[in-house]
Every structure is written in structure tokens, then in C-alpha cells.
């Protein structure tokens, strides 16, 4: 499997701040929306939620901005599984601009969690090997420079 990439998302125009362009807790709603076919597709959906009384949440999340997107523009996430453990996965996202620019990268971490508790829970099996197989597909695309990467200020 290709790194996933969703469909094309719409900035609303609600979404735009005083400056002009979008405002960063926007950026993450286009994460978490590009990132939800993907997890539909490995068997961690809403309807994996509604079946098994199991879902995701996010643990962690680190976004960087690269360049402003503005009213009118059109973006796509990817998704790359990075590592797979029994209770949660490693990923990173790229908001890409419909001219092929990336806008901005997202870094985090996805728990498996038990609606019963709420609990982290390992993966049901089905979970387990479709993330394993996206990993072991993913793996032949070299892991971006900026993950893991410190936080700090250039001097």
C-alpha cells in the first residue's frame, strides 16, 4: 500500500483569521479529518466503534507550520505508519496544497482505547495487522527528516 492520501478538503471560511489566512487550530481539524478515511480503512472507524465499543483517541499530536494557506485553497493529507505497537501506532501526516506544495506536517500518536473503561487496550487482531501491513508498506518510503525532530528556536 501507497502512503494513504485523502481526498480533498475545503478551508471554511470561518476558519480564516484576522490575518488573512488560516488559523492554526484549523490546520489540526485538516489533520484529523484527512486522517479519519485512513483509519476507517484499517478497521479503527466510527463503525469499528459503534461494533466494538473500541476506538482511537490521540495521545500526542505536534504540528509544523510551513507555509499560510488561504480562502479558496484545497489540500490533501497523507498518511505514513511509522511504527506499530500493541496498544497504539506512530504516524505522520503532510497537509499538501492542491499545486503539490506542503503546507504544513503533523506528527503523532494514536492509542487504542476500550470504551469500557475508557482504556488503552491492545488491538484487536483484524486492527493489528492491517496497521502492521500499512507499516511494512509504508516502511519503503523514507521516514521524514522532521520526525522526531527537538523543538527549539534557530539562532
Known amino acids: ?27 489540526g481539524v485538516l489533520f484529523d479529518l484527512g486522517l479519519e478515511p485512513f483509519q476507517e480503512d484499517m478497521g479503527l ?4 466503534m459503534k461494533a466494538q465499543a473500541h476506538t482511537t483517541y490521540t495521545a500526542e499530536f505536534r ?6 494557506l488561504h480562502l479558496g485553497a484545497r489540500v490533501r493529507s497523507s498518511v505514513r505508519v511509522l511504527d506499530v505497537g500493541p496498544k497504539a501506532y506512530h ?9 503539490g506544495w ?3 506536517t503533523g506528527e503523532g500518536i494514536s492509542l487504542h482505547i476500550d470504551q469500557a473503561g475508557p482504556r488503552v487496550a491492545a488491538y484487536q487482531p483484524a486492527q493489528k495487522a492491517a496497521l502492521e501491513a500499512a507499516l511494512a508498506s509504508h516502511g519503503d518510503t523514507a521516514v521524514p527528516d522532521w520526525v522526531g525532530a527537538p523543538m527549539r528556536i534557530r539562532k
Open 45 to 48: 472507524g466510527e463503525s469499528y
Open 91 to 99: 504516524y505522520a501526516q503532510e497537509l499538501i496544497h492542491e499545486d
Open 102 to 104: 506542503i503546507a504544513a
Open 1 to 27: 500500500m501507497p502512503l494513504y492520501v485523502s481526498p480533498a478538503m475545503d478551508l471554511k471560511p470561518d476558519w480564516i483569521d484576522y490575518n488573512g489566512h488560516l488559523n492554526m487550530a484549523f490546520y
Open 63 to 68: 504540528i509544523r507550520y510551513l507555509q499560510e
